[in-house]
């Protein structure tokens, strides 16, 4: 377990776009996978996109597909959400979450992949 520093939550109106930023605490790692999932009130934890340093790829949720893209920085383990035309639906608590491996295609969404969890960011699209 490492531990992550999350950033980049905040209040924006429909519409817009926000930026949140997640990277381990002090180290660097060659190979891993990171990932974003969110919890709305009341509803369960979802899978959202995730970025794999081994390969490059990226996934995403149906639901934010063509809106949300995740990157990572060129020179340390760090990963980007940048969430544009946000919509209400997009409310909720944002973890990062991190694996110092490569997961597999099939698994990359799935909670029990990673070992290490960011505090959480709140986003919050109301006009």
């Known amino acids: 377990q490492v531990q992550l520093e999350e950033s980049g939550g905040g209040l924006m109106q429909p519409g817009g776009s926000l930026r949140l930023s997640c990277a381990p605490s002090?180290?660097?790692?060659?190979?891993?996978?990171m990932a974003w999932f969110r919890q709305a009130p009341g509803k369960e934890r979802e899978f959202v996109a995730v970025?794999?340093?081994?390969?490059?790829?990226?996934y995403y949720a149906d639901s934010v597909k063509g809106r949300f893209t995740v990157s990572r920085d060129n020179g340390k383990t760090a990963a980007y959400l940048q969430m544009n035309r946000l919509k209400p639906e997009d409310t909720a608590v944002y973890y990062c979450?991190?694996?110092?491996?490569?997961?597999?295609?099939?698994?990359?969404?799935?909670?029990?992949?990673?070992?290490?969890w960011g505090q959480g960011t709140q986003v919050t699209v109301s006009s």
């Open positions: 979450a991190f694996r110092p491996s490569r997961i597999i295609t099939s698994a990359v969404s799935n909670e029990q992949m990673y070992d290490s």
């Open positions: 002090g180290r660097t790692f060659s190979s891993y996978t």
């Open positions: 970025i794999r340093s081994s390969d490059r790829s990226t």
